[in-house]
């Protein structure tokens, strides 16, 4: 307001798109939390299309990622698709078990590889939760468990790489309300040993389950796409 010269309407409003915790201070005099969000309600409005899943496309390269749990927290698989250098989460889907009924890791398995079949899939990245298992289990349903066995430096350049892709439009999401909410309640907090991914735990005993998946299933390509080194 004191400086309407430079904070015109229309650099408010574009800052607000391309820069919301700058919005957040500079426009609208608010404090920010230290723990940044690292995907907005805005850009994830930006990279999202109204159909949920996309079906099976041939010269596409698919991959999948689940994060397995049988109690408080849901069990998520995401699956997603690259075509040059677009990348998408063609289908996603979560099992939610309880403390008084868990999810049976087998019945679950089996869904997961009838749903992977729809996309010429046998095989699927995994947490490392209960991997010996569920991997054990896995193998006799005919799935292949490869383990995302990441450090926290290659999870925070995962995530980070999943941002600035969001934010060239090189992602597509599905207009899914709890993906999208486990992605906003998703945070880059600094430490003294360096940033971190926070997931946030809800009420529903939910701990951002979608997230990991999310990111991680892109993992592979985001490398691939990483320019070489220079020499010295």
Not at 18 to 31: G, K, R, W
Not at 100 to 129: C, G, H, I
């Amino acid at each position: 307001v004191m400086n309407p010269v430079w904070w015109t309407p229309e650099r408010c409003a574009e800052i607000k798109v391309e820069d919301p915790v700058a919005y957040q201070t500079d426009v609208l005099a608010e404090f920010a939390d230290i723990a940044e969000t690292l995907y907005s309600q805005a850009l994830l409005t930006r990279c999202s299309r109204q159909q949920l899943v996309i079906p099976f496309e041939k010269g596409c390269d698919y991959a999948a990622m689940m994060d397995p749990a049988t109690r408080s927290n849901a069990w998520t698989l995401v699956i997603a698709c690259r075509k040059g250098r677009k990348k998408r989460i063609v289908f996603n889907r979560q099992w939610q078990g309880s403390s008084l009924e868990p999810l049976s890791p087998k019945a679950v398995l089996m869904e997961v590889r009838d749903e992977l079949k729809l996309y010429n899939l046998d095989w699927t990245f995994s947490d490392q939760w209960s991997a010996d298992a569920i991997r054990d289990i896995a193998t006799d349903l005919g799935i292949d468990v490869i383990l995302m066995e990441w450090t926290e430096k290659e999870k925070v350049n995962c995530y980070l790489s999943l941002a600035e892709n969001m934010k060239a439009d090189l992602v597509e999401l599905p207009s899914d309300a709890q993906l999208h909410k486990d992605l906003k309640l998703t945070k880059k907090k600094p430490t003294n040993r360096g940033p971190s991914i926070q997931l946030a735990k809800t009420t529903d005993g939910r701990h951002c389950d979608y997230s990991p998946p999310t990111a991680g299933v892109m993992k592979r390509w985001f490398e691939e796409e990483q320019p070489d080194t220079p020499l010295p």
